[in-house]
């Protein structure tokens, strides 16, 4: 069975970056404990300004989309609905 990555890309404004970079570092960490959770990273590109993404990945599709269906998942994305300029993907990891 394949790995699943869940990408979410973040363009904020110049001076809205720090202050996303801040609340993605201030996470309640309610994902990590859900079966299938293999990992979460918080990216930040070097352009100017800079693209952030939340990178997430998933032993399968099962596990992640019970967690998309959760009170927590619902909770966090309220928390960054505010966000403009966001994009997502699911991508199946192919290769190591």
């Known amino acids: 069975m394949p790995m699943i990555v869940a ?4 363009r904020p404004a110049p001076e809205e970056a ?7 570092q201030a996470r309640t960490r309610a994902v990590d404990g859900y079966p299938g ?3 979460l990273e ?5 352009e100017r300004p800079p693209e952030l ?6 032993r399968d599709k099962a ?10 998942f ?4 309220e928390a960054s609905a505010q966000q403009e300029d966001a ?5 199946e990891a192919v290769g190591t």
Do not use: H, K, N, P
């Open 7 to 10: 990408i979410a890309r973040f």
């Open 18 to 24: 720090d202050r996303l970079v801040a609340r993605f």
């Open 37 to 39: 959770f293999l990992g």
């Open 42 to 46: 918080e990216l930040r590109s070097f």
């Open 53 to 58: 993404m939340l990178v997430t990945r998933w």
């Open 63 to 72: 596990s992640m989309r019970a967690y998309f269906q959760s009170e927590d």
């Open 74 to 77: 619902q909770r966090a994305r």
């Open 87 to 91: 994009t997502f993907a699911l991508y």
